[in-house]
């Protein structure tokens, strides 16, 4: 069983940045990060996958996010520039074994927060 830790968020003012960090307790195939706004459905935002170090993106977020690996295989990053109070959200890390369609682990979130 892998676990996921994220860290990073807090609160922000419009047009500022915030880099979320992603640990894993074990080896995983693809990380992503989804988010979820109060009342809204689950979002994702963007993935990685490790091995080929494609990525993927949100329309709403591309140009200013961005999804990164660390140095070890076990940490993932998330970049986030030009925040916009609409980021306001709960974002979790999550990720799935080689060849499962499911993001089968999940950490607990980090709040983050966008000031206008």
């Known amino acids: 069983q892998v676990q996921l830790v994220e860290s990073g968020g807090g609160l922000v003012q419009a047009g500022g940045s915030l880099r979320l960090s992603c640990a894993a307790s074990?080896?995983?195939?693809?990380y992503a990060w989804f988010r979820q706004a109060p009342g809204k459905e689950r979002e994702f935002i963007a993935s990685v996958q490790w091995d080929t170090g494609s990525k993927n993106y949100a329309d709403s977020v591309k140009g200013r996010f961005t999804i990164s690996r660390g140095n070890t295989r076990n940490t993932v990053y998330l970049q986030m520039n030009s925040l916009k109070a609409e980021d306001t959200a709960l974002y979790y890390c999550a990720a799935k074994d080689f060849g499962s369609t499911v993001y089968r682990y999940w950490g607990q979130g980090t709040q983050v927060t966008v000031s206008s």
């Open positions: 074990g080896r995983t195939f693809s």
